[in-house]
């Protein structure tokens, strides 16, 4: 079985406080987008088998293999599985590379295997994981809260095209948050964006992410990043997640190929045109 696992952007992140369990309490709305990584399931007699290039991790650190190992806990199963990993989405990117491999592992599993498990069976295994992996099982645009883990409500979005831009850096998620100053007495009862998706959204009218100004200062080059994206004439622009991608927000694929004409180019920067995901499990299934 052959799946592709999306990544995702943060159009809006906001951290309401910290709760009690150390986590952060978060409003996000988020859409996967048409970068994946490749993964290939083939069923054994026993044992967890993986093979991958460019996770930058052991085997029992590798999301999708503890996914793999998580499943059969779960189900009781008595097989194994081969998982094929081949990535494409960057690591500490803030783009949830790691987390869609762990979903789409759970996703396709239940399939090869006939597990017949509910999808909110599987969201909560998935959030055991990671907070981004129960997204990845709902698999399209939504409004998530609590740890960033639960379905508010889905959102239907305006299309556009997106310009990734991903700098030679890892951004560690740990140290955006431990830079963060927010406290268990700020917390806040309601969130803006909850009215704003009740209607169709266009993109470029809700970004906003909380997590930007300390991950600008940490590292600068991001801010710098964002500005070329904004004087390339994108509608706006913003950091996915804890970074480190900055990504533009183009009307259609003619004002993207424009922009990328006047955008300067960095060595060593990696630069994506991409639109959001629309398919399921195989792919995206748009014309």
Do not use: W
Request: net charge negative.
């Amino acid at each position: 079985m052959k799946i592709l696992a999306p990544a995702k952007l943060n159009l809006y992140l906001e951290v309401i406080s910290k709760r009690p369990d150390g986590y952060h309490e978060l409003r996000t709305l988020m859409t996967p987008i048409s970068l994946c990584d490749e993964i290939e399931l083939e069923p054994l007699a026993r044992g967890i088998e993986l093979d991958e290039s460019g996770c930058g991790c052991t085997v029992e650190q590798n999301l999708a293999y503890r996914a793999a190992c998580l499943f059969f806990e779960t189900t009781a199963g008595t097989r194994g599985v081969r998982i094929r990993l081949v990535k494409h989405i960057p690591i500490g990117s803030g783009l949830g590379g790691g987390s869609s491999d762990a979903a789409h592992v759970l996703l396709a599993m239940n399939q090869l295997f006939h597990a017949n498990l509910s999808q909110a069976a599987l969201a909560d295994m998935a959030g055991r994981l990671g907070a981004d992996c129960p997204f990845f099982i709902h698999g399209r645009a939504a409004l998530m809260g609590e740890r960033g883990d639960r379905v508010l409500a889905e959102v239907q979005l305006e299309d556009r095209d997106y310009l990734l831009v991903i700098p030679p850096i890892a951004v560690s998620t740990a140290q955006v948050y431990a830079n963060l100053k927010i406290s268990l007495t700020e917390a806040r009862e309601h969130s803006t964006i909850v009215t704003t998706v009740e209607e169709r959204v266009a993109p470029e009218n809700v970004l906003m992410n909380a997590l930007e100004a300390v991950a600008f200062k940490l590292h600068p080059e991001l801010a710098e990043l964002k500005e070329e994206l904004l004087s390339s004439g994108a509608l706006g622009a913003l950091m996915s997640g804890s970074g480190s991608a900055v990504f533009g927000v183009y009307q259609d694929p003619e004002h993207l190929r424009h922009a990328m004409e006047r955008l300067p180019r960095h060595e060593g920067y990696r630069y994506i045109p991409t639109t959001r995901m629309t398919g399921g499990l195989h792919g995206d299934y748009r014309s």
